[in-house]
């Protein structure tokens, strides 16, 4: 039955549901809080901290620290009934959910609550119990008339159902319909297997509960094709096999999807042996790698056709000189912290769909309905799912997490070996990023750091605190958030904390390289074709592709970074390339270097301009007319020990690359 408005169970609802709103989704993300349940401590909060510093989440995730769960929290069971439905459900469509609950041995007391909590991200409706007519309405029912309770929404996708009456005892049962009215409930736009009904439970009314481990799941089937995205190399040697990866993909970028018939490869340059048709069976899931053969150096944008439609690949370059360039994704998330989708699936589409050739799946810490850090068996099914995928040469996994600060600021961690730890900041011994290196450097073992979304929201960096050389030689400028390099960037990321952007680092004296990555939560490592300035991209210019030349190539500085497109970039200031420092007091004259600044961009689409950045300002810009491709060259003049320079160019439609920074040094 409903009865009057609940009490304790309002006051506990925000942490349940907050914890996983603060990061994930793809939509920039709002303020959030904690739940109970952790082990550690942390110290006491310093007033005088950095200035975005989130006290009111720190706060919570303490209170949820020292709170300790009574036996009766997280007991029970609970279960998806579907009476005769499919055992799955269609993305972004309407549908009903029968889900059970059974008390367990201790029960609910009165006054105790079980928290039902819908993913609060993909478009799934919030259960409400008071309008039969709209989206996501929900009854509940007891097994006994007998009990009473008051079930109330509590905060976004989260139902309470206090019990009001006689406590719930072993084998007593609720049962909540979810999409019980004639507009059902809303399911998640992306597809996923084992999406989580969360259940929670406060057995014993005293404020703080406990998730069901075991809580129920669907299967999210996606949609219809969509689209077809058509990826190949950057960078091919005359006369060497590349391999195309062709994806069809539901609306909202949902691989797996039911994709029979042909799609046809058209008007193939000649040079290039590629097979005129690509066949796709039921059993391919929408997937299909072929390879091909480029003789003939120059820059090729292939053609697939898809019925009446035509795709267009993304830039190959055919050329015996230059390094390779491979994309990477160095950041993203699973549903094993407040993502969609399984670690297995992440990689596959990483490599399947998006064409990557470097991937890392790096789920939050402390972040998650069951915390990774808490939880080995999901950090051992991540080490599982990282060494299946990986393949030298062909897909290179890096096995990491992320270090969630809600003082310092984000970083994720990546090891470049099978295994490493996790330290996380709601531990004291790791709450510092001083205290992460010093405990990395223990280890022994091949591991960086990158800082993101490192000038703005959700939490900006703390630059005041050096970078430590050793695990962070580049940094993160662009991801879903926007763009972290400097007020003037396209896309800037959402409230952008004054002198704190990349460019004012690199003004402290600080030598960062520069590299993109997604921080997607939708299950779509590096699936940015069709969606310019929604997400990042890490070039990795390796001499091979394995985790040690990418380790390399990441320390060396040679990379670049763009928010999603597929751009060749190369620059140099006279013979140095981009990441390297250059000695004024060898090179130049009077303690100053004069040089040229070469630029080469082949673009996705028609080209705005190219800025020239030299120290903290734009120097000089080149307006471009559509062009798809330039070369271009300045003369920087007097350039001192502690300057710097890169490059950023700008396609009209927003998407963009960073060059890695040449520093001046004594």
Known sequence: MLGAPMSAARALAAGFCALLCACGGDEKPAPAKAPAGAESALPAAHPDGPPRARWDTVDAIRESLAAHNGP???????????????????????????????????????????????????????????APDQRGYTTVTASDPAIQFDAETLDQQLLGIEITGRPLVQGDRL??????????????????????????????????????????????????????????????????????????????????????????????????????????????????????????????????????????????????????????????????????????????????VSGLDVSALTDHDHWGMLPLYSHPEMWQEIQKQVHAFHEPGRFVTLLGYEWTSWIYGHRHVLYFGETGPVYPWSSSEYETPTQLWDALAKTGLPVLTFAHHSAGDPIPTDWTIPPDPRFEPVTEIVSIHGASEAADAPNVITHPLPGNFVRDALDRGYRLGFVGSGDRHDGHPGAYQIDPQMGGLAAILADDLTREGVLAALRAKRVYATNGPRMLLRMALGSHRMGE????????????????????????????????????????????AGELEVMLDREVRDLASGEYVYVRAVQKDGGAVWSSPIFLVD
Not at 265 to 288: Q, S
């Open 72 to 130: 009766a929290d997280g007991g029970g069971r609970a279960w998806l009934e579907r009476d005769g439905q499919p055992p799955y459900t269609l993305n972004a469509t309407p549908d009903r959910f029968k889900l059970v609950y059974e008390a367990g041995p201790l029960g609910v007391a009165k006054g105790g609550t079980v928290f039902l909590q819908i993913s609060p991200f993909w478009g799934w409706s919030t259960p409400q119990v008071e």
């Open 175 to 352: 049962t909540i319909v979810y999409g019980a009215g004639i507009a059902g409930a809303m399911t998640d736009r992306y597809a996923e297997r084992k999406s989580p009904f969360w259940f929670a439970v406060d057995g014993d009314g005293d404020g703080t509960r406990k998730v069901l481990e075991d809580s129920p799941t669907i299967d999210v089937h996606p949609g219809k094709p969509a689209g077809l995205l058509f990826t190949v190399p950057t960078v091919v040697r005359p006369g060497e096999t590349f391999r195309v990866t062709l994806a069809f993909i539901d609306a909202w970028r949902d691989d797996g999807v039911d994709a029979e018939g042909e799609v046809q490869l058209v008007d193939v340059p000649k040079g290039v042996e590629l097979p005129a048709t690509v066949r796709f069976a039921r059993e391919n899931e929408g997937r299909r790698h072929v390879e091909g053969v480029a003789h003939d150096p120059g820059t090729y944008r292939l053609r697939a056709r898809v019925g009446k439609d035509t795709v267009t690949s993304n830039p190959m370059v055919v050329t015996p000189e230059g390094p390779k360039i491979y994309w990477g994704d160095l950041h993203g998330h699973s549903n094993f912290s407040d993502g969609t989708g399984l670690p297995e699936d992440y990689f596959t589409y990483a490599r399947d």
């Open 581 to 624: 420092s250059v000695s004024v007091a060898e090179a130049g004259k009077d303690g100053k270097l004069t040089d040229k600044l070469f630029v080469d961009v082949i673009a996705e689409t028609p080209l705005e301009k190219v800025d020239f950045v030299r120290s903290g300002r734009i120097e000089d810009t080149a307006k471009l």
